[in-house]
């Protein structure tokens, strides 16, 4: 029998997150069904059939994502890509992927990103990486925070249910605008999240909410209580700080909590300040570095002219055979096609490592993904395309 491909349709999504669940080797509950449908656009999952049974996946979010400067760009999200085991070789990843990204460019959506569960797939398809995850460990029993930064008593207090909701919800309409690669999150995806973290998952509790005027913390522990040596594992799901105090409060509410051992977390941005407020900068390690967030530019003009840069310049950029001038600086950008020679000659792949300032121009160089007219084009793009902070982005989609 033929494989066939279409849209899904709301009668599909039991059967989607059936086919999503094996393809990532776990299962939904009914609750789990129920519980995701309301973040989730059926009309943005391209499926395949064999028969009716459905053997491959790409969905897509509706999001906006933040770029250097603090200016937001429509995003298409791709999510939930898999292809049943029975399956594989058969193109049928080519095909959902270019349909997605069909719709993605319909719908006007300039840029489109997404999270990969492995590093060789996405290249092909455009896609470089941006960002970065880094695991981090802290053992909070031999480091505090340095007396000279502790916050003063009653800055921090925790929350639950709606109280979470509503502090959190408020806390990230300020936040996400902050950090090139983050993006906003519906009152539905707050919801989400909320009563997700609420269940215990495997061997970790449910979640504990710590909430600051300017930040929250989310985290679960697990157990370890070693014959009467307690030394249970703390994992931070989440710490978003406005402020540096706010970042200070949390990280010493988090340390000063009893019976804990390590700290971990997926979320520590690798130009955190943290290991400077710590009695032991040596205490933070890191523990895991790897590729996070992945973007493919749909709309050059669109997504250059909308970040900022660190520095005046003019960059001629060859993408692909296009030849792009991106005029720009610390207060605005234009870009524009151009024919004139350019200073950099790269692929679409490499420009999404671009966007989001976190990759050097001269790390692709090296890398052979990119290449300069001399030097000194490679140093002015360096000093043009990087951002502070790095970029980072803690919302999974």
């Known amino acids: 029998m033929p494989i066939t491909f279409r849209t899904a349709e709301e009668s599909d999504w039991a059967a989607i997150c059936y086919a999503d669940g094996r393809g990532f080797g776990f299962a939904y509950t009914p609750e789990q069904v129920e519980r995701a449908r309301p973040i989730h656009d059926v009309s943005r999952f391209e499926l ?122 408020e806390v990230w309409s300020r936040f996400h605008r902050l950090r090139a690669g983050e993006v906003d999150r519906s009152d539905a995806w707050h919801r989400f999240l909320l009563e997700q973290r609420a269940s215990p998952q495997g061997t970790m509790s449910s979640s504990f909410y710590l909430a600051h005027r300017d930040g929250f913390a989310v985290y679960r522990i697990e157990e370890q209580w070693n014959e009467g040596r307690p030394a249970h594992n703390l994992r931070v799901l989440e710490l978003v700080a406005i402020t540096s105090d706010a970042h200070a409060a949390l990280w010493h509410t988090l340390l000063g909590i009893d019976l804990v051992g390590v700290i971990t977390s997926r979320l520590v941005p690798i130009d955190d300040p943290l290991p400077y407020l710590l009695t032991d900068p040596r205490a933070l390690q890191t523990t895991a570095l790897y590729d996070g967030v992945w973007v493919n530019v749909r709309d050059v003009a669109a997504c250059m002219s909308a970040r900022r840069y660190g520095v005046a310049d003019r960059m001629v950029v060859d993408v692909d055979g296009e030849r792009w001038a991106i005029e720009g600086g610390p207060d605005g950008a234009a870009c524009r096609r151009v024919r004139t020679r350019p200073d950099l000659v790269t692929d679409r792949a490499s420009l999404g490592s671009l966007l989001l300032g976190g990759v050097r121009p001269s790390a692709l160089a090296a890398g052979r993904r990119l290449d300069a007219r001399n030097r000194d084009a490679l140093r002015r793009a360096d000093a043009f395309f990087l951002t502070s902070p790095v970029p980072h982005c803690q919302t999974m989609y």
């Open 48 to 169: 395949a059939f064999d028969g009716k049974e459905i053997v491959a996946i790409v969905g897509a979010y509706s999001l906006n994502v933040t770029v250097p400067g603090g200016g937001q760009l429509p995003m298409g999200g791709l999510t939930w890509v898999s292809t049943a085991a029975t399956h594989r070789r058969q193109g049928l990843l080519t095909r959902l992927m270019a349909r997605s990204i069909d719709d993605i460019d319909r719908r006007g959506e300039p840029v489109a990103m997404l999270g990969a569960s492995e590093g060789g797939i996405y290249e092909r398809f455009g896609f470089g990486v941006a960002t970065q995850v880094r695991g981090t460990a802290i053992d909070r029993r031999l480091v505090q925070l340095r007396p000279e930064f502790q916050p003063r008593r009653g800055t921090v207090r925790f929350v639950n249910g709606d109280d979470a909701l509503r502090h959190v919800g």
